[in-house]
């Protein structure tokens, strides 16, 4: 179990304040990583660097808005004043403005989720590759979605986003292994967190993703932490490019739109 130790590593961990991100901030430091967790609000994440110093970890918060070069690269550059070193960034900032036919997206809409879902996961990568190669290469995880694999009723624009990291996720593991670097993606999907309640509560959409998941259940924040785990530590050291579908198994069926 020693290759999935995060002793020594240090973490740059986007949206970082709830849900997903914050689980996998937790597990990273229970697992030993030094953390730089960010969110857009300083308030909102705050509380969960406090947490996990409070129980022995060593975490930083900071305010971060992916959207905005300077403060991606001020984050990257936090990372390294403080632990001298990077050698995990773990993309998971994201956002979900609108709900319904793609049809009726407007471009102010695909222009905000695509600069966040896609372009502000891009800034980190591009900020974090030169720490990396000082450090003798790195790791880059990308949260997806299954809404990037099968399509997904009302979250159309949400998900031609996702399928966007999941080729971005493919085109950097090759871009970058050379220099040691392994990029992967994890993809969820329905996950008991706030970003996701519209669709467990929303009966009729519910009802069909149950009814399509071999599992028969959505999924929790504690079923994605062990696959961020594993693509941070040396287990994955020959893992790169990989997609790794965590819905239960809903991805094997069809999903009737």
Request: charged share 15%.
């Amino acid at each position: 179990m020693s290759s999935l130790s995060l002793e020594g590593r240090v973490a740059i961990i986007t949206g970082a304040s709830r849900g997903i991100g914050q689980g996998i901030a937790e597990a990273y430091a229970q697992a030993g990583a030094r953390l730089v967790l960010c969110s857009r609000s300083l308030d909102r994440v705050q509380p969960v660097a406090d947490a996990i110093q409070a129980a022995g970890g060593q975490a930083i918060a900071v305010a971060c808005h992916t959207g905005d070069d300077g403060q991606v690269k001020a984050l990257v550059q936090t990372a390294l004043s403080h632990f001298g070193r990077l050698d995990v960034a773990v993309n998971n900032a994201g956002t979900n403005p609108h709900f319904g036919p793609v049809l009726f997206a407007d471009d102010a809409v695909w222009a905000k989720t695509f600069d966040t879902n896609l372009l502000g996961y891009m800034r980190v990568i591009r900020h974090a590759v030169p720490a990396f190669e000082k450090s003798g290469g790195g790791k880059i995880i990308n949260v997806a979605s299954v809404a990037g694999i099968n399509p997904m009723p009302g979250i159309g624009v949400y998900g031609v986003t996702k399928a966007a990291v999941i080729m971005l996720t493919k085109t950097m593991a090759i871009e970058l292994a050379h220099a040691n670097i392994q990029v992967n993606a994890i993809a969820p999907g329905v996950i008991k967190t706030r970003f996701a309640k519209l669709l467990y509560e929303t009966p009729e959409i519910a009802d069909n993703v149950l009814k399509t998941t071999p599992a028969k259940r959505f999924g929790e924040v504690d079923d994605v932490v062990g696959a961020a785990v594993y693509l941070a530590s040396p287990a994955s050291d020959y893992t790169t490019g990989t997609v790794m579908i965590v819905d239960g198994g809903g991805h094997l069926t069809s999903f009737s739109v």
